[in-house]
């Protein structure tokens, strides 16, 4: 499915485009593993899960699909984007 038919179906998603990569994370989450990337100039982690581990993108330039979720932690709430569709640029 393309970009544009994801943003016209699903009205809280968001498209970036060629987006640095500032850090990027992998961990176990039962079977699968987690990724969270931080972007430049964003406060906010990118988090998406593949069945494997994936190449480090730390420092490339990335096209993201995403939306804004909550996640609560000991009590506290933490904002987070989750990731639909990632490519590099």
Known sequence: MSVDKLLAKH???THTE???VASHTQRQDGEWVRHTLMLEGVDVPFVFKR???YQSL???RVNLTYYPVTE???GME???MKVVRIKRA
């Open 11 to 13: 009205q809280s998603l």
């Open 18 to 20: 060629n987006v640095r």
């Open 51 to 53: 069945t494997k581990p």
């Open 58 to 60: 730390k420092g490339a």
């Open 72 to 74: 609560t932690v000991a």
């Open 78 to 80: 933490f904002e987070q």
